[in-house]
């Protein structure tokens, strides 16, 4: 999976990716081994889907919270499961059970935040989406973040 027109900007980042190793003809862009004939940048779609994972918002996202095993990294508050119909008698049953999921997950869904502040770069390709710069978070741990952070802005 990757983001459309994204070479040019690839190749912009892999020169200043931390991530990546030094570039090398015949190399792979991000583990640095041999390409394999008829590779041009990745050894496998691994790599390419990692380097994408690591750059690319919307896959970060879902990767950090996979990584975190979809837990606030603080608090160790799970995202809320959704209810499967199989395990419900009956449609009310059901139904009142998703009622109360839908409430859950306005308070309990998981967000992931950027350690280092991507200020605005969301949608952009960027090396503030690097894994380790993302930490999975509940909306209550997520909000004690960033009102502190916004304290130590004014302070500054
Ligand atoms: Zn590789
Ligand atoms: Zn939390
Ligand atoms: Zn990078």
Request: proline share 8%; charged share 30%; aromatic share 6%.
């Amino acid at each position: 999976m990757k983001p459309p027109h994204a070479e040019r900007k690839r190749d912009l980042l892999l020169a200043v990716c931390s991530l990546a190793p030094p570039a090398a003809d015949g190399a792979c862009a991000w583990c640095a081994e041999p390409l394999p004939p008829r590779r041009r940048i990745w050894c496998s779609d691994r790599c390419g889907d990692a380097f994408w994972a690591n750059h690319w918002w919307s896959v970060a996202r879902s990767a950090a919270k996979r990584r975190d095993r979809y837990r606030c990294r603080r608090c160790g508050t799970r995202a809320p499961k959704r209810p499967s119909r199989a395990a419900f008698r009956t449609e009310p049953a059901y139904k009142t059970a998703m009622r109360a999921y839908r409430a859950a997950r306005r308070t309990e869904r998981l967000e992931v935040n950027h350690i280092d502040p991507a200020l605005g770069r969301h949608g952009q390709l960027s090396c503030v989406h690097h894994l380790d710069n993302l930490e999975t978070l509940c909306p209550a741990c997520h909000k004690v973040h960033t009102s502190a952070l916004r304290t130590e802005r004014a302070s500054a």
